[in-house]
Structure formats: structure tokens, C-alpha cells
DNA sequence: CGCGGCATCAACCAATTGGTTGATTCAGCC
DNA sequence: GGCTGAATCAACCAATTGGTTGATGCCGCG
């Protein structure tokens, strides 16, 4: 049974190495190179494809201070932008929001684990992943799986989007100016945002979306 | 000359990892113990010192999960609640916002070095804070004398209170009941905090207080 | 004492947000 | 085909927020 062969991405030198010495103690897998962002992991699946030496597994992170992101490649693994059959991608991150999970699952991801997670856990995501299984951290399940029981309180991509825009602090015309679409529009998602959130106003939607963790801290 | 004898501080079990990997590479430097936040790190500090084994140097991040983090813990090292004479702390982190190199630096941290750094200017870092010399990272360094040259407006106790009673969700009306004032009073005050956060409304002040740490959860 | 900063308050108007009602189109599902 | 949810859009009005001008009182400091 030949060794799992993993792709490492992390823009953290710290984070590559401590990532090389774990995976190093699993057997059965091999980290046969490195990327510090999305664009550099595209190129090097590509440089391995083109050796016939494909990459089994894609262990990414989501953020990469000014490179690539990991939705974004995630998303061009998918559509074989760097060799086909694309290879699976696992999310490695500190970041367990909604839009967050949702943003890489919907890019394509395989799994989702988060940083904080003990080696065994790492392990056996990885080896799932690499066997074409979905992958997630306790709590990034637990969260799916609150969304397939309560389904109309979760928001829709759109809804999350412009969420998002809000905490910036964009108001309802610069929101709709950014996304194309008309104010009336953006009003009409941000009562279904109230409504879902049981809110009356947009600090208490923020609020409230923070606490449970639906978008980031900014 | 005996090696620096360092305790490693982080909630991540991948980044623990990376940091004992990248410091086994670095001649005269020893990972002598680890601990996974602020409390752990006390104690266990505490511990070797009456063991006889004092640690030279704490390597610590800023963010715990859920435990102590690094600037509660790096004010109680300093303390001497762990010990005396108290290691020198050296911050290792993703955090560069100037609210957050502050309370490190005023919590009495030796050096403040961020996780993209590369292995050769973190072992630098570790040496001169070890011998008690400050260790800034490039651009943190550039972000104190920034600060230096321009100090930022502070917000007053009373406008704090407000920006917080905002960032929960409350609009004018409310505040000024709950801190029995009138509504116009509110106004001022927000006038006040939109004109020191160069913004021009109620969501981008709190972004704005979120990024640079003036506020904290909601 | 004069000054500046802070807290408080008001009036007035402009601008934005919130609420409601109504509509169309599209995609997926049974 | 009918239904549902999501996305989009509009009109209209109520409510709140933002901006400006002006004022008073208290405290600490030089």
C-alpha cells in the first residue's frame, strides 16, 4: 500500500514544520512538498503532475497574508487547473465560522479540521480525505449538522455575504454598489438576516452573528 | 556556555510542533518544557523553578482558546508569580494590530515576533531576548516608532462605555436609558467616537474598535 | 483666573435604515 | 405541472441615525 502523498500549504513557516514532524510521525504518509500560498500550491501540483508524481492529498490553510487564498484554490484544484483527477483538499485552520465552512465546502473541500485539533484527529482526517470520505472536526460537523436540523434559520450564501459587507461597516448602498445588485435588494436580504437572527437592527445582527460564531471577528 | 533553555506557550498542538522542530535546528537553544496556555505556562514555570531547572526564555502566542492568554500571563511572569528573577517572554503570533503589540509590550514582554516570520530571524529573536535584549519584528518595530511619532486619540471612559453598549446591539435610544442619560447625549458621544475612528457610522466604529482590539467580544 | 477636556443637553434638518406589501424569475424537487 | 426557496426589485412610509450649531457645568492644571 503506497504512502498517502500530501501537499502542504500554510503561509506560517512555524505551522510547515510542525505540520512536517506530525505527519511524519504517521505512517502511511508522505509529505512530499510545500506551498506558502494558494497560487505557489497550484504551480507545484502542476510541476508534480507533469513529473507523473501526483499529490494524493492537499493539507491548505484559508489564510495566506497576501497570496492566494485556500476557497480560491481549493475552488481551481477542483476545476483541474493543476492536474486531473484533482486531489482532495483537506482545510487545516484557526478559523470555524459559518461562512468560513460554508466558503471552503462550497469551493470543493473535502474536509475541514481545525489547528487546535490533536495529532490523532489530524491523522485520521487526512486519511479519510485521501480516501475521497469527507472529513470534519467535531465541531465543524456538530455545526453542519445544526443547519440540516434548523434549516430555516441558517442563512442562505447571499445572506452571509452581505452580512459580512455589513460588519465592515458598508452601509446599504455601498453594499448593493459592491455586489451589483440594487438597494432595495440588500434591504430585502437584511430583513430575512433579522428575522433569522431574531434581531431588529444591524449592530444586534452583527452581534448576534458573532457570537455564534456565523462570521468572523473583524 | 549552556544552552537557552526555553518553554514553549500555545494552544496549537501543530504550531508546538513546528516551534520544537524549528528550535532543535537552532545551536545553544533547548525546548525544555511546553504548555498549551497562560495558566499552564505558570505553572509549570513555577514548577521547574523549584526543581532547579529555571527556564531562560517563554515562547508564547497571544491567543489561547479558552485559556489565560499570553498578556495576562506575561504580566503575572513578570510579577514574579512564577518565580524570580522572571524569564524574559518573547511573543510569537499572527496578531500585528498596534492595540495588541502594546499590551504585550506594557505586560512586559522582552520581544514581539510575528508566526510568517522566517526560522533565521526567529532564532535571533530568541537569542537577544534570552540575553535580555529587546526582539521586534521588522514591522512591529516600524508600528512602535509609528506610534511614538503619532500617538492615537484615546476614546474617554464614557465614549468606551458607549462603543460597547453599541457593539451589543443597542441603538441610541437604549443606551441613553441604560445609562440614564438623554438620547442627545448619545448622539455627542457618538459624534465624538465616529471623528477619533475616522469613520461615519455605527457599524464601521465598531470594525474599526474590533481591528484595533479598543473593544473586545460583544 | 482662564483654559481645555469631558459630560450633558437641546433644536433642527438631512440621510439612512427599518418595515411592509407586492411582484418576477430561476432552479430544484416531488 | 405545482410548489418552495432564493435572489432580485420597487414603492411607500415610519423610525432611527447622522450632522450641525449652540449651550451649560464640572474638574484639573498652569
Redesign the interface.
Given at each position: 500500500m503506497p504512502d498517502i502523498r500530501v501537499l502542504l500549504v500554510d503561509?506560517?513557516?512555524?505551522?510547515?514544520?510542525?505540520?512536517?514532524?506530525?505527519l511524519a510521525d504517521f505512517d502511511g504518509v508522505t509529505v512530499v512538498s510545500e506551498a506558502a500560498d494558494g497560487g505557489a500550491a497550484l504551480a507545484e501540483l502542476s510541476r508534480l503532475h507533469a513529473l507523473g508524481e501526483p499529490v494524493d492529498l492537499v493539507l491548505m490553510d484559508l489564510q495566506m497574508?497576501g497570496g492566494m487564498d485556500g476557497v480560491t484554490a481549493t475552488g481551481r484544484i477542483k476545476a483541474g487547473e493543476a492536474g486531473s483527477p484533482p486531489p482532495p483538499v483537506l482545510i487545516?485552520t484557526?478559523y470555524d465560522t459559518d461562512a468560513d465552512i460554508l466558503a471552503a465546502v462550497e469551493a470543493g473541500a473535502a474536509g475541514y479540521m481545525l489547528?487546535?485539533?490533536?495529532?490523532e484527529q489530524?491523522r485520521q482526517a487526512v486519511v479519510s480525505a485521501a480516501a475521497g470520505q469527507t472529513a470534519l472536526a467535531p465541531g465543524v460537523a456538530a455545526k453542519l449538522m445544526g443547519h440540516l436540523r434548523n434549516p430555516e434559520t441558517a442563512l442562505s450564501p447571499r445572506e452571509l455575504q452581505i452580512l459580512e459587507l455589513?460588519?465592515?461597516?458598508?452601509?446599504n448602498r455601498a453594499i448593493a454598489r459592491q455586489l451589483f445588485i440594487s438597494e432595495a435588494t440588500v434591504k430585502t436580504h437584511l430583513v430575512h438576516i433579522y428575522g433569522k437572527l431574531v434581531?431588529d437592527?444591524?449592530?444586534?445582527?452583527?452581534?448576534?452573528a458573532?457570537?455564534k460564531r456565523i462570521i468572523r471577528?473583524?
Open positions: 503561509d506560517h513557516p512555524v505551522v510547515r514544520a510542525g505540520l512536517r514532524a506530525m497574508g487545516l484557526t489547528k487546535d485539533a490533536p495529532p489530524i455589513l460588519a465592515t461597516g458598508l452601509g434581531v437592527n444591524r449592530t444586534a445582527a452583527i452581534s448576534v458573532r457570537q471577528d473583524s
